[in-house]
């Protein structure tokens, strides 16, 4: 059967050659913050002057920022495919390198929303957030990020997309975290599944996908050929 529909599940490893820091890399730290610390809600109660500071901080690197060759290939596949890009990442990079269908399941940096109600949207650009901004419900802003210890509430309809895939791509995830992880589960049987990673994700059994153990940049021109090679089968 050929190939229609690709999906690509996404996570910081894609961001990491534009110079973003990917989560787990570096001891659990991110840029010497600790993930739980700053990207939970426990985190936000305790001390949300912190990880405002943290998302600022986040948003000025991302906007500084520019897409990779990953980003610009996963693009140009819409050329060819019907793709929908589920990533993890809060940065835009997967929507400047040319990807017109992003669903991002932790939320975004360009976007804030009131500290109890997440139905309001609030686009920020690359603004900060400062302690005292409110949203139009008074309460105090934050950033518009689904963080440790919330719902992610697009899981269904990304768990939808995934059933469909006639493709999978998994890029720069470690896996690790719930509930995107699952979501690999969801994909059809027999159909062919990529993973682009220079490690090997621990906790994931690989015996029906084809694991490209390089960098994101380097992994798609691999990609490219299979692709090539699936189209003239
Ligand atoms: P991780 O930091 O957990 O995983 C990054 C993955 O990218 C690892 O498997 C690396 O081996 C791989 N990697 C590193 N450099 C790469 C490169 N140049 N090319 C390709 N792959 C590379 O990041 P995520 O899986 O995205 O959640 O983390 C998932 C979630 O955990 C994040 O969305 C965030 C975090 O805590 C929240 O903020 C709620």
Redesign the pocket.
Known sequence: MPVKDIVVL?????S??SGLA????SGGL?EGYN??EV??IDGWNKDPEKVLAFYNLRRKQASQAGPNA?HYFIGRLEKDYEVTVIT???DDLHERGGSSNVIH??GELSKARGEFDDSHIIEIGTNDINPGDKAPDGSQLRPA????G?MVPLIEIAAQIVAQADLLIV???????YP??SLVNYAKKGIPKFI????T?ELFSYADWIHIK????A?VEELEQHLIHLRNE
């Open positions: 996404s996570g910081a490893g894609v990491s050659e990917t989560f787990r890399d991110w993930v739980h990207a939970s990953a993890q990442n809060v399941l932790h990020i689904v963080w440790f919330e890029i720069g995830t470690s896996l690790v975290v995107a992880a682009i990673d220079p490690s994700p390089q960098s994101a940049c992994g």
